[in-house]
């Protein structure tokens, strides 16, 4: 039996999930991206009381690492962190590409020819972004790419390419390409959920001392 605890805030709808044996058996968004750290542990702890879980019963705490909102990686994971110290619990990290990537496949089930492309803001024309085949196995690194009209063309002269998140409304109003198809796709706790089932089985933990956010950019502070 494995209890996770899954906890995403890295982008601008947070959620957080427990899943017992790969099923979710509570979880809880927060829409409000300014609110994620008044929104996450007062929604861990309702979603285990919900539930019927102790803290103590975890097996493991999961939680995107990036890119995203700077912030919000950092919300999640200093709070996955802390749980990991305190219940001496291994840690997961999952980029949230990937996690993108997953709920787009789920949702939308395309051809496993086509290709999945993430895409986060990350202001201007630029965006954080990646791309998956339909195993989500990475073919295009998690990278900050400027979109221009020939962006991806590699990708897109031979195959059909899925575009999603709050970066891909930019691209979508500049590129013209009929194997492009944009979709608005929602994390959704499943997705996430999967992904850390696999890693749990893996045995694949992140060091709980050493691991850091994944924020692709350097960020700066005034």
């Keep these: 039996m494995s209890l996770i605890l899954n906890i995403d805030t890295a982008t601008e709808t947070a959620h ?14 927060n829409y409000e991206q300014k609110n994620h750290g008044g929104f996450l542990q007062p929604a861990i702890q ?20 990036g890119p995203g909102s700077y912030t919000g990686i950092r919300i999640g994971m200093a709070s996955a962190k ?9 840690l997961i990290t ?17 051809p496993k020819e086509d290709l999945l492309c ?6 201007r024309m630029e965006v954080f972004t990646a791309i998956y085949n339909c195993s989500i196995q990475n073919i295009f690194h998690p990278s900050a790419v400027i979109v221009e ?12 390419v899925h575009f999603f ?15 492009a198809f944009f979709h608005d796709i929602k994390n959704i706790s499943e997705a996430m959920n999967s992904l850390s089932v696999k890693k749990l089985n893996e045995k694949s933990f992140a060091n709980t001392a050493y691991s850091e956010p994944l924020y692709i950019k350097e960020f700066y502070i005034k």
Aim: charged share 25%; glycine share 6%; hydrophobic share 45%.
């Design 46 to 65: 309702k979603i285990l009381n919900e539930a019927g879980v102790l803290m103590t019963d975890i097996d493991a705490v999961a939680v995107t690492e």
């Design 118 to 123: 993430p895409m986060i803001d990350a202001r």
């Design 94 to 110: 999952i980029n949230t590409l990937e996690v993108m990537a997953k709920s787009a496949l789920i949702q939308l089930n395309p």
């Design 165 to 179: 998140g709050s970066g891909s409304k930019k691209f979508q109003e500049i590129i013209k390409n009929q194997k």
């Design 16 to 29: 957080v999930s427990i899943a017992k044996d790969g099923v979710v058996l509570k979880d809880m968004f």
């Design 149 to 160: 009209r020939h962006s991806f063309e590699t990708f897109l002269n031979n195959q059909n």
């Design 82 to 90: 802390g749980l990991c110290f305190a219940l001496d619990k291994p």
